[in-house]
């Protein structure tokens, strides 16, 4: 089982070439761990295929759980720049929807990978694993965007936290092979609904409606 080195945090890159390290690192993580499981990743592996130092692999990620936990970080970083604004007359709990089911699409089409990028970043703890913040914090920005809050209330903060782990539990039902892609959108769709219906008569960057 994957496991937290303990006590260590990531190096942050702080030139150029450091940065190229740590992308080719986490390019070569991708490609390994869409075609074996996180327990089957080997860091030498990764090493190797990223042409670095094994040293310099532990320096930038101590354990296979900050690994991947900075490719599923990667992974929302290009869901945020792929995200488009809805269409007029678009409700929230839609645009949302349509949006998670759209990524959840996307990393059902890599299903290895996927499981490990999940099992890592719920795995890892926030006081060692710093990918875990920038994960929560953009993912959350995302979805504030597609409902159209620009100014969130704590009430709104709540449900998109809410709705973020009924995604990752839905996500993780489908990989484990317990729903199929038909059950994944059906149940994102209900989600939304049930969760973010409120704010279709709410004002724009507005307020939640108040139950």
Not at 117 to 141: K, W
Request: glycine share 4%; proline share 5%.
């Amino acid at each position: 089982m994957a496991r937290i080195a303990a006590g260590r945090l990531s190096a942050e890159p702080s030139s150029p070439e450091q940065h190229d390290r740590r992308e080719r690192i986490l390019r070569a993580a991708s490609r390994i761990g869409a075609e074996k499981s996180l327990e089957r990743v080997q860091m030498h592996e990764v090493a190797k295929a990223a042409g670095v130092a094994i040293g310099t692999l532990y320096r930038y990620f101590p354990s296979k759980v900050h690994l991947f936990t900075a490719v599923m970080a990667k992974q929302v970083d290009r869901l945020r720049d792929q995200v488009t604004e809805p269409a007029p007359g678009t409700s929230p709990e839609d645009a949302v929807a349509d949006l998670l089911v759209q990524a959840s699409r996307h990393l059902m089409a890599q299903p290895v990978l996927s499981t490990s990028m999940l099992h890592a970043s719920n795995t890892a703890h926030v006081a060692t694993v710093a990918d875990t913040v920038h994960i929560d914090s953009t993912f959350r920005e995302i979805l504030l965007r597609a409902v159209g809050i620009e100014v969130p209330t704590a009430q709104d903060v709540t449900l998109v936290r809410l709705l973020m782990q009924c995604w990752y539990g839905v996500l993780q039902s489908s990989l484990n092979g317990r729903a199929s892609m038909a059950d994944v959108e059906s149940d994102i769709r209900l989600a939304c609904e049930l969760l973010l219906a409120p704010r279709s008569n709410a004002p724009a960057g507005g307020a939640a409606a108040s139950r």
